[in-house]
């Protein structure tokens, strides 16, 4: 028995998960699969769109910033649906240290953004117990929305082209320059910049923009970047899909923390980079979309009948798990080795 940090992998959710998911309902539209976002309810004329994640907040990047964070950790995977989200049910778990005041500035935080986009809360759970920050609870997001709505997280279809936003590995090189920037080993000003991409990693404006255009599929790019999102993505669709490395732009900041970490930018998590397929006769359509929200869209590769994912012409496989997480542990040891 083997075990590893991060989600479990594709063959012990075959086994395991997939065939066990309690009752069958016909109003289940769209079920659990490994690599895809969201589940689909079928409720009388509509659709509800549902998202399950756990919370995560790292008060080291302060903790208003950290609860805005793990809040649009939780509501990108509805939106990718193309139906914004609209209702959150969320745990909070927090450590048994924790004050009154950074308690309620966490939530105030979160409470604020939910306002500002349209998202009510219907029910949660908030205690203290003997746990530790990042990981604090759990989340489910809701979005209800009309069936011609939904963007299905299987539709990459055969002559698609593949869109991506921002840039690999920008979420892990934002998190580490904000919380061990003093470790890198890299220039201060390189630090404030990658530090300055947490404010991205979010794909809600920007996958409810890029669904203004018919596209087919959506995905965010988390564990395991876009090389593991573009391997889910093909794999959900049963399609090929072709991408150029020269199409792919690292921006020096990331690819400076990255380096400096032994990290490759392509299979590390990288909330906020959404995927998108396309119909290549509407991509430009959905790339003006995201451009007017001056948000940067690249066309990387395209999507064939076959199978898997090739980069340059050389076939890639999913990560399996993000070496992100293994780099984390290491850093947070020798932070805390070093604190007086």
């Not at 959710?13 to 895809?36: E, I, R």
């Not at 963007?151 to 593949?162: E, F, I, L, M």
């Not at 936003?165 to 320059?177: C, K, Y």
């Not at 001056?294 to 076939?315: F, H, R, Y």
Request: hydrophobic share 45%; proline share 6%.
């Amino acid at each position: 028995m083997t075990s590893q940090i991060g989600k479990i992998d594709a063959e012990f959710f075959a086994q395991h998960l997939s065939p066990n998911l309690g009752a069958d309902d016909d109003a289940v539209t769209v079920g659990p699969q490994y690599g895809v976002d969201f589940g689909v309810l079928s409720i009388g004329g509509q659709r509800l769109v549902v998202s399950a994640d756990p919370v995560s907040v790292n008060p080291g990047v302060g903790i208003e910033r950290a609860g805005r964070l793990a809040l649009h950790s939780v509501l990108s995977d509805v939106a990718v649906s193309g139906v914004p989200p609209s209702f959150l049910s969320i745990t909070l778990v927090l450590p048994a240290s924790a004050r009154d005041d950074t308690i309620a500035a966490l939530w105030d935080a979160m409470a604020t953004e939910c306002e500002r986009l349209g998202v009510s809360v219907v029910t949660g759970h908030t205690a203290r117990q003997d746990v530790s920050f990042p990981w604090i609870g759990g989340a489910t997001a809701m979005g209800v929305g009309d069936p011609a709505e939904i963007v299905r997280p299987d539709g990459a279809t055969a002559g698609d082209t593949v869109l991506m936003t921002h840039s690999p590995g920008a979420e892990v090189a934002g998190l580490f320059a904000a919380l061990f920037g003093d470790h890198l080993d890299v220039a201060d000003d390189t630090v404030e910049r990658a530090d300055a991409r947490l404010e991205d990693t979010t794909v809600v404006g920007d996958a409810c923009a890029a669904a203004s255009a018919p596209v087919t599929a959506m995905h965010d790019a988390t564990e395991c970047g876009i090389q593991g999102a573009l391997v889910e993505l093909a794999t959900a669709a049963g399609v090929s899909i072709s991408v150029s490395s020269d199409a792919v732009p690292v921006p020096e900041d990331v690819s400076a923390v990255c380096a400096d970490l032994g990290l490759d930018p392509w299979q590390v998590s990288s909330r906020g980079t959404l995927l998108v397929t396309v119909p290549e006769a509407h991509a430009d359509t959905a790339m003006a979309a995201l451009d007017a929200r001056n948000t940067p869209v690249a066309a990387i590769g395209t999507v064939s009948e076959g199978s898997g994912v090739t980069v340059d012409g050389t076939q890639v496989v999913h990560p399996g798990s993000d070496p992100a997480w293994t780099v984390f542990s290491a850093l947070q040891r020798d932070a805390a080795a070093r604190s007086p």
